[in-house]
C-alpha cells in the first residue's frame, strides 16, 4: 500500500517568509509525528499527534512553529518568519493504533537563503 | 533526557559481517530501533527489539541488547553493496512519545 508522503519534496523560501509542509500518513495510522533533521544529524522530535489533538509539542523549537491536524489525517507544519537555522530535512512518520512502529516519509528538504 | 551513541563510520568488505554499535542512556528505554537511510531518502524501518529480549533474528539483521551496559548493536551478515547506508539507531521511554535518535553510522562496503 501506499506509505507516507510529504509534500513538497523540497522548499526554498527566503529568510522571514511563511511555509507550509504537508504530510500524508499512512491510511489509518492515527498517530503523526514531525521530526527535524538536520546536516549529519540524527532527526529531533518536534511533534506528536494522536488523532486530531497534538499529545506532545515540547519538541517544537520556538512559537514560530505550529502544526495542525484538523480532521486527523493529513497534517501541517507551518513555519513562520522562517530563519537561515530552520534549514533542514522535515520528516513526517504515521503509526497505527496501538503500534510502536514508526513509518518514515521521503522528507521535505527546506533551504532558507 | 535520553541520550544516544553511535560511531560516525564503518567499512567492510562485501560478504564480510558489519556489527553497528550503540549506546543510551535512559534505562526505562521499551523498545529500541535500527532505521536505514540511504542518500536523498526517508528512514527505512528495518527492525526492532523490545527490552525484555536480549536477541532478535531477523534473515541477514540480528539484534543484541545488553540492558545492564545499555548497548544495542544491529549485525549484517554477509554485507551487500545495497547495505551501504547510514544506519540510525533509536530508542523509545514509555515516558514519552516520540523516539529520540543517535547521530547515525555511515556503513560503506568496498568490493
Known amino acids: 500500500g501506499a506509505g507516507v508522503s510529504q509534500t513538497p519534496s523540497n522548499k526554498v523560501t527566503e529568510k522571514g517568509k511563511y511555509v507550509e509542509l504537508r504530510c500524508d500518513p499512512i491510511?489509518?495510522?492515527?498517530?503523526l509525528y514531525w521530526y527535524r533533521q538536520s546536516l549529519g544529524q540524527g532527526p529531533e522530535f518536534l511533534i506528536y499527534?494522536?488523532?486530531?489533538?497534538?499529545?506532545?509539542d515540547s519538541g517544537l523549537p520556538n512559537d514560530r512553529f505550529f502544526a495542525v491536524r484538523p480532521e486527523g489525517s493529513v497534517s501541517t507544519l507551518k513555519i513562520q518568519r522562517t530563519e537561515r537555522g530552520d534549514s533542514a530535512v522535515y520528516l513526517c512518520?504515521?503509526?497505527?493504533?496501538?503500534?510502536?512502529?514508526?513509518?518514515f516519509g521521503p522528507g521535505t528538504r527546506l533551504t532558507v537563503t | 533526557g535520553e541520550d544516544v551513541e553511535q560511531s560516525l563510520f564503518l567499512s567492510v568488505r562485501e560478504g564480510d559481517s558489519s556489527v553497528i554499535n550503540c549506546t543510551y542512556t535512559d534505562s526505562s528505554s521499551t523498545y529500541l530501533y535500527w532505521y536505514k537511510q540511504e542518500p536523498g531518502a526517508g528512514l527505512q524501518l528495518l527492525t526492532y527489539i523490545f527490552s525484555n529480549m536480549d536477541m532478535k533474528q531477523d534473515q541477514r539483521l540480528t539484534v543484541l541488547l545488553n540492558k545492564k551496559d545499555k548497548h544495542l548493536s544491529l549485525r549484517i551478515a554477509d554485507t551487500q553493496t545495497g547495505d551501504s547506508a547510514i544506519y540510525f539507531c533509536?530508542?523509545?521511554?514509555?515516558?514519552?512519545?516520540?523516539?529520540?535518535f543517535g547521530t547515525g553510522t555511515r556503513l560503506q562496503v568496498t568490493l
Open positions: 499527534f494522536q488523532g486530531t489533538g497534538a499529545a506532545d
Open positions: 491510511s489509518g495510522h492515527t498517530a
Open positions: 512518520a504515521s503509526s497505527p493504533l496501538g503500534s510502536y512502529e514508526q513509518y
Open positions: 533509536a530508542v523509545y521511554t514509555g515516558t514519552a512519545s516520540k523516539l529520540t
